[in-house]
């Protein structure tokens, strides 16, 4: 009969088995660190890159609203006046000649609804584009409504709204109609897409 009996004071490890499996384990979170704190870098250095493209922007902003600031208080001077109201003169009659009545026309006839027409147009300048002042005659409150939902889903009209509403009795030469004041926003197809589709 063989009897294994262990005369050691202390048990029995394998201690190549545990630096192995502790040296794979601290060698995988040493990678992982580097990679975390590579990937911690990168975005550091990209937001102290994106934070000065921004200063610096902000800055060409700030000079723009100076060198306007300087400007327009120049053009503001009371021996400038006349001059101020030339460029005014002029600026409006240039977009005035740049506006195609028959692009508009053109861009109303695919929204208008079978049952309303335009009585005027009034077209105005600002400062977010051109502005419509419409007067447009339906047989009900309904036409009225059809004609600035297919305005708010043409990309031709922004922001169309009905202003006012007014009554008009039959006469001798037509039926009882409502008018509409109707107020949007205006913006033409650049003059290369006319182009094109005049050529068509």
């Given amino acids: 009969m063989r ?15 545990f630096y192995m499996r502790w040296g794979t384990g601290l060698g995988l979170l040493l990678v992982m660190t580097i990679v975390l704190s590579s990937l ?5 250095s990209q937001s102290v890159q994106a934070n000065q493209r921004i200063a610096e922007l902000q800055r060409k902003i700030a000079d723009l609203d100076r060198e306007k600031a300087a400007s327009e208080a120049i053009l503001n001077r009371p021996e400038n006046h006349d001059v101020r109201e030339q460029a005014r003169f002029w600026n409006e009659r240039i977009r005035q000649r ?3 009545w028959t692009q508009l026309f053109t861009d109303l006839e695919k ?10 147009v009034q077209p105005e300048s600002s400062d977010k584009g051109t502005k419509l002042k419409l007067v447009v ?12 939902k297919r305005m708010e889903g043409s990309t031709r009209f922004r922001h169309p709204s009905i202003a006012a509403e007014h009554f ?4 001798k030469t037509g039926p009882a109609v409502v008018q509409f004041d109707i107020e949007a926003y205006y913006t033409p ?9 005049g050529k068509k």
């Fill in 189 to 197: 197809p650049p003059s290369t897409a006319v182009a094109k589709e």
């Fill in 137 to 148: 005659a339906a047989e009900t409150h309904d036409n009225a409504n059809d004609l600035v």
């Fill in 40 to 44: 911690a870098w990168s975005s550091h």
């Fill in 168 to 171: 008009q009795p039959a006469t």
């Fill in 98 to 100: 740049e506006f195609s």
């Fill in 3 to 17: 009897l294994n009996i262990n005369l050691a004071s202390q048990k029995y490890e394998d201690a190549r088995a």
């Fill in 111 to 120: 929204v208008m609804p079978n049952r309303a027409y335009v009585v005027a």
